[in-house]
């Protein structure tokens, strides 16, 4: 099992950035696929960006592409998340997660079997 625990919400004007970081315990970090994820009121949660364990590969929903950045630091059982040029839409509680199995999507949260409390992010226009 992995728990994980994300921090660096908080409150931005449009226009501006903050570094979402996601801590998980345990000493198989490297193994795992991890997701960020953000659910705003009245809506599902939705797929944000991800990160492959084996490659490295990142992937991103189309509304954040070219805004945020995804990276993992194995040595220090992390996974951040650098969001820049914040639009109020970006308002939400972002989730971070992790899956060990190989099957399913990963843009799907269906996929991933551990999920951090999240960390709220808005942004005033």
């Known amino acids: 099992q992995v728990q994980l625990v994300e921090s660096g919400g908080g409150l931005v004007q449009a226009g501006g950035s903050l570094r979402l970081s996601c801590a998980a315990s345990?000493?198989?970090?490297?193994?795992?696929?991890m997701g960020w994820f953000r659910q705003a009121p009245g809506k599902e949660r939705e797929f944000v960006s991800a990160?492959?364990?084996?490659?490295?590969?990142?992937y991103y929903a189309d509304s954040v592409k070219g805004r945020f950045t995804i990276s993992r630091d194995n040595a220090k059982n992390t996974v951040s998340l650098q969001m820049n040029n914040l639009k109020p839409e970006d308002t939400a509680v972002y989730h971070c997660?992790?899956?060990?199995?190989?099957?399913?999507?990963?843009?799907?949260?269906?996929?991933?079997?551990?999920w951090g409390q999240g960390t709220q992010v808005t942004v005033s226009s």
């Open positions: 997660a992790a899956v060990r199995r190989y099957s399913g999507s990963y843009y799907d949260p269906r996929r991933y079997d551990y």
């Open positions: 345990g000493r198989t970090f490297s193994t795992y696929d």
């Open positions: 990160i492959i364990r084996s490659t490295g590969t990142t």
